[in-house]
Nanobody, 127 residues
Framework: QVQLVESGGGSVQAGGSLRLSCAAS????????MGWFRQAPGKEREGVAG????????TYADSVKGRFTISGDNAKNTVSLQMNSLNTEDTAMYYC????????????????????WGQGTQVTVSS
């Protein structure tokens, strides 16, 4: 089993920045791919960004490209999401997730591809 704990959420004004972190523990050797998802009230959970545990290219949702950056630190078993130029549409609960196996090259950020989930951290952006 893998445990994921998110931190770094909070409230910020539009145009501001936040950095989310996800700490993984347990069977971290099992992690193949990690992602960040978000879910706003009344909406489906959507993938935001993803990265391979061993490094490599990252994947981003179109809505966050150029504003968000995902990065991983294998030594610390953490994955971070730097969020810049935030707007009110970024308001949501943000979740860290990990996959034990390969994810599809096309559209990897689909919830069913992920095996472990954190409890989430709230991000609120005000205008």
């Amino acid at each position: 089993q893998v445990q994921l704990v998110e931190s770094g959420g909070g409230s910020v004004q539009a145009g501001g920045s936040l950095r989310l972190s996800c700490a993984a523990s347990g069977a971290t050797y099992d992690i193949y791919y990690m992602g960040w998802f978000r879910q706003a009230p009344g909406k489906e959970r959507e993938g935001v960004a993803g990265i391979y545990a061993g490094g490599g290219s990252a994947t981003y949702a179109d809505s966050v490209k150029g504003r968000f950056t995902i990065s991983g630190d294998n030594a610390k078993n953490t994955v971070s999401l730097q969020m810049n130029s935030l707007n009110t549409e970024d308001t949501a609960m943000y979740y860290c997730a990990a996959s034990r196996g390969p994810v599809p090259f096309i559209s990897p950020l689909r919830p069913p591809h992920f095996d472990f989930w954190g409890q989430g951290t709230q991000v609120t952006v005000s205008s």
